[in-house]
């Protein structure tokens, strides 16, 4: 088993250096610690020296899946992106011109082995924007009430796209589409085999959203039964014994609404 290398952090951030030796530490495997230190305490006009032990620190999700840690010293608070502190303490300060680019493209891997400076390259946006023949095909299927993730599938546009156009936040570029003439019947949505659809593997961690919106059609079909727990079931591809937890607040008690 390789064993993980650590170096103090020494980076650069806007042309200006940072110094954290002593303080905390970061290894060639992406992870940052802080280290042991002592301060002195002062409480009844007495002081006193106490030992802070050092610990593998949490990193921070922020968009986009990469990670930043906050860092401190003489009482000034600082983030940094982690690929940054790795590659500052591993191979060197940033050469101009060049950016830290991830080789598999998974931005979370700090691994040293995974990173390096390279030249800047641009992403390719123009398959994430959704034409406006995709925006009229979704707009169509939203109104009879399918599920955002089987649209994606069908259209091929980004599921973020359709859940935006769903809950009317569409930008100039999508209001431009108009809607069909027919109800927008959101929520009687159609489960993959209704569509003829092969299900996919069961799908065992439901995102907030998902159960937000479960929480919504089991509420609504306690009104109007026209869906019961099997189809919502199904619709979610879960076991149906998720959902009757659901139904019944034995699970997701402090998601959505109240049932």
């Known amino acids: 088993m390789k064993k993980e290398i650590w170096k103090d952090i020494i980076t650069w951030h806007k042309g200006k250096k940072y110094d954290y030796t002593g303080l905390y530490q970061v290894s060639d495997m992406g992870n940052v610690r802080s280290l042991d230190t002592v301060k002195i305490i002062t409480r009844c006009n007495k002081k006193y020296k106490r030992k802070f032990y050092g610990k593998i620190l949490a990193p921070i999700k922020i968009k986009a899946n990469y990670r ?4 401190t010293k003489n009482g000034e608070m600082k983030s940094f992106y982690i690929h940054h502190l790795v590659l500052n303490a591993f191979v060197g300060k940033r050469p101009k011109g060049l950016f830290c680019k991830h080789k598999n493209k998974i931005n979370h891997d700090n691994r040293l082995e995974n990173l390096s400076w390279d030249e800047w390259q641009a992403r390719d946006t123009s398959s994430k924007k959704a034409s406006r023949e995709q925006i009229a095909q979704i707009k169509d299927l939203l109104c009879d009430g399918i599920k955002p993730s089987i649209i994606a599938n069908y259209t091929g546009a980004s599921i973020h796209i359709i859940r935006r156009i769903r809950h009317n936040a569409e930008c100039p570029y999508q209001k431009a589409v108009p809607w069909p003439n027919k109800p927008k019947n959101f929520w009687r949505q159609l489960s993959y085999t209704e569509h003829g659809l092969k299900s996919p593997c069961k ?4 995102s907030k959203q998902d159960i937000i919106d479960i929480k919504e059609l089991i509420y609504r079909s306690r009104k109007t039964m026209d869906l019961d727990l099997t189809t919502i079931a199904d619709l979610y591809n879960v076991d149906l014994s998720l959902i009757s937890k659901i139904n019944n607040n034995k ?9």
């Not at 799908?203 to 439901?206: F, S």
């Open 68 to 71: 930043y840690i906050n860092l």
């Open 203 to 206: 799908v065992y961690k439901l």
């Open 251 to 259: 699970r997701y008690k402090n998601v959505g609404r109240k049932l």
